[in-house]
């Protein structure tokens, strides 16, 4: 078996006796992340408007569902809409602190079950417990801490109370953000992904970041594009007005 | 070595040439998927741009491989990851085999991922008595039907719904109509079961980034975010290349790589891992091991296939390559088809190897053309070619006609006399001002093509009288 000293030396003499260079250099980081972050957020406080328009073209092109409310109260008329149309009974959620908001008991009414995932919560009983309820689930709800316009993205870390099966499992997706979650460009993306990992805290929050284009979808049976082939059929989003 | 290889290139070419209903189906799906491709860069002026900055940072990391490769270790450790490091392909399926062995692991689900089908994993896997199940959709047909890939990103287009819908009736015992929407959900619910169950998920990487300790894998069907997230062990294997700098690299190829394979902005799913699952998190692997997997690839770092370790593996050069529209990925015998296949297998499995293959190319340049990161695929044809010529791989005929042209061009006196002896010898041959039908070895060439005859004033001659 190689080990990591003999398999590094190995390269490193290719890479020595590599002919002939010519100059390459790879993108440019930022050298302070944060406050090139910073510098992002603040023009799109200004710009965030045109973000919006443009999310909501792209999301609509690869087949997502663009819904506006005005404030948070508001949110669960529109889950529990989709719910009724879809003949949903049950759904799971972010915990509501990550959330931003409390659907659970304006969907009770309604006579749906909701689970929501609580922060913290991560023993194996628990573990298996919420892959069932989010296998059995119809809905699943989250948040989308970027929303990038350019490609219709929403992007999802995972973490505390975040678990990943919430947008994955269900066959409905509906993601809820507002106007300073909104980025234009992939580049953007970039700095915020560099001052994520420049931030110890939020650097070792959750393992894994997920980028979101529309529903799941394949086109490997004779070219025929055919959407949720493992993941969610359908991904909704809600913009909350009300900053 | 697999079954197709039995039977020459020639062979294997001529059979998929026959092939009716292959023909069609690679006909409209490389033509689909170049027009995608194409409407995906014209609106988007930037993406020229973007190209070049990619292909510089893939050189720039070349240059600096063995630094961002430990950088990239350490940062998968501090995560709480383990990293191993495979020289050969035999090295990378024992580790594997012996995660499997240690843990228990029964069943491993799988995502599309050609690094392990490289190194022919599930045949291993089998072997040891673990179930692998491939769960991209195009994959899980190939494997229920036990047959290869026949494309990097659509691995089944050489399949019919109907054969679909048959394979699927025959293996999970039932009666499915010839509809791909049906058919899609039959596999979804056979593998929903098996994303819940499986101990082990086993993915390769488009992307590591060094910085971070991230493995980025870009999928549609959102089996990559299954496989990282349910079972309680997740394996990523990749090659050495696949590795970048910082996530302001990554967000450049990211931009030209949906486009370039499919002509989407971006893939359905982007997914980061970074390390086992965290403190406080709920779901997720409790471990993770990244496989780095050598295989040839260093001996090519300061040699002729250098720039073929570019490759973002996004399929763009095989749907416009003239001899992969008519023969398929099938025909090609590896793993990797296509015009860049034909380097990888070079650099994979030795010289010898592409003997027939460096000759599958007509080198008219349009891989290079809509490459996402501008290798210079034919160049490194022609160079190929040159090796196999000095290292007495390509065929005793083919040295000689080369080593008698190279004496022709090389003397004034000998090429004269060739033009003269050439017109005398083309007469019987010479219809309609085309030379056609010319006898022995030749005749492989006119039988579907003609060629000029030698002039009947050759310019040499013309050339006495102007001056």
């Not at chain 1, 992002?40 to 999310?55: G, N, S, T």
């Not at chain 1, 690869?62 to 409310?69: D, I, P, S, T, W």
């Not at chain 2, 160079?383 to 022709?408: C, M, N, Q, S, Y």
């Not at chain 2, 006898?439 to 006495?464: C, H, I, N, S």
């Amino acid at each position: 078996m190689t080990g990591r000293a003999e398999f590094i030396e190995r390269i490193r003499r290719e890479v020595a006796r590599t002919p002939g260079l010519f100059g390459a250099s790879t993108a440019p980081r930022p050298a302070h992340p944060a406050t090139a972050a910073l510098t992002v957020r603040r023009e799109l406080a200004e710009r965030w408007p045109e973000a919006l328009d443009r999310f909501r073209v792209e999301f609509e092109r690869v087949a997502g569902v663009f819904h506006r409310v005005p404030d948070l109260d508001a949110v669960p008329a529109v889950i529990g809409g989709l719910a009724r149309e879809r003949g949903a009974r049950s759904l799971v959620t972010w915990d509501p602190a990550a959330l931003g908001f409390d659907a659970a008991s304006a969907l009770a009414r309604d006579g749906l079950e909701v689970v929501a995932a609580r922060a913290g919560e991560e023993d194996e009983a628990a573990r298996l417990r919420h892959r069932e309820q989010a296998a059995r689930a119809q809905i699943g709800v989250t948040g989308a801490d970027f929303v990038l316009a350019e490609t219709g993205t929403l992007i999802l870390l995972s973490g505390s109370g975040r678990p990943r099966s919430t947008s994955l499992l269900p066959d409905v997706h509906v993601a809820v953000f507002g106007r300073d979650r909104l980025l234009e460009t992939l580049e953007q993306v970039g700095v915020m992904l560099e001052a994520l990992h420049a931030d110890p805290d939020r650097a070792m929050s959750g393992a894994m970041i997920n980028f979101i284009t529309g529903p799941s979808r394949t086109a490997d049976i004779e070219l025929t594009l055919t959407r949720g082939v493992h993941g969610p059929k359908e991904v909704h989003a809600v913009f909350v007005e009300a900053p | 070595m697999s079954d197709a290889l039995r039977t020459p290139f020639s062979g294997r070419a001529g059979a998929a040439l026959k092939d009716a209903f292959l023909q069609e189906a690679l006909k409209i799906a490389t033509t689909k998927f170049i027009d995608l491709r194409k409407e995906s860069f014209s609106g988007f002026p930037q993406g020229e741009a973007l190209r070049d900055r990619a292909r510089a940072i893939k050189e720039a990391t070349l240059q600096h491989l063995d630094v961002h490769l430990e950088r990239l270790a350490d940062h998968v450790e501090r995560l709480g990851g383990t990293v191993h490091w495979a020289t050969t392909a035999e090295e990378a399926r024992g580790i594997v085999l012996r995660l499997c062995r240690d843990r228990g692991v029964r069943t491993a689900v799988k995502s599309k991922s050609m690094a392990t089908e490289e190194i022919d994993l599930n045949e291993a896997l089998e072997h040891a008595g673990v179930t692998p199940i491939e769960t991209d959709l195009g994959e899980y047909i190939i494997q229920l039907a036990h047959e290869k890939p026949s494309h990097i990103i659509a691995p089944a287009i050489h399949k019919t719904k109907g054969q679909v819908a048959e394979l699927f009736s025959r293996e999970l015992r039932g009666e499915f109509p010839a509809d791909p929407e049906v058919l899609t959900a039959v596999a979804r619910k056979a593998l929903r079961e098996k994303f819940l169950q499986a101990d082990m998920g086993i993915t390769g990487a488009n992307f590591a980034v060094a910085d971070t300790g991230t493995v980025v894998l870009v999928t549609n069907e959102g089996n990559g975010r299954m496989v990282t997230s349910l079972p309680r062990i997740h394996v990523a294997l990749m090659g050495v290349e696949k590795v970048i700098p910082s996530m302001s690299d990554l967000v450049v190829f990211l931009a030209i790589l949906a486009r370039s394979a499919t002509g989407q902005k971006l893939s359905s799913y982007t997914t980061l891992v970074r390390g086992p699952r965290r403190a406080g998190e709920l779901e997720g692997p409790e471990e993770f091991h990244l496989v780095l997997l050598d295989n040839g690839r260093s001996r090519q770092i300061a040699s002729t296939l250098r720039e073929a370790l570019y490759c973002l593996r996004c399929g763009a050069c095989l749907n416009v390559c003239p001899v992969y529209r008519q023969i398929g990925g099938h025909a090609y015998g590896y793993t990797y088809p296509g015009p860049i296949g034909i380097l990888l297998t070079a650099m994979l499995k030795g010289n010898a190897s592409v003997r027939e293959l460096a000759h599958a190319s007509s080198l008219c340049g349009a891989c290079k053309d809509v490459c996402p990161v501008r290798i210079d695929i034919p160049r490194m044809l022609v160079e190929l070619r040159g090796h196999l010529d000095r290292e007495k791989i390509a065929p005793w005929t083919e040295r000689v006609v080369f080593k008698a042209f190279r004496r022709l061009l090389l003397s004034p006196t000998a090429f004269r006399l060739s033009a003269t002896v050439g017109r005398w010898l083309q007469r019987p041959f010479v219809r309609q001002g085309r030379l056609r039908g010319l006898p022995l070895l030749f005749g492989r060439w006119t039988r579907t093509r003609d060629l000029p005859p030698v002039a009947a004033r050759t310019f040499r001659e013309q050339w006495k009288d102007l001056r």
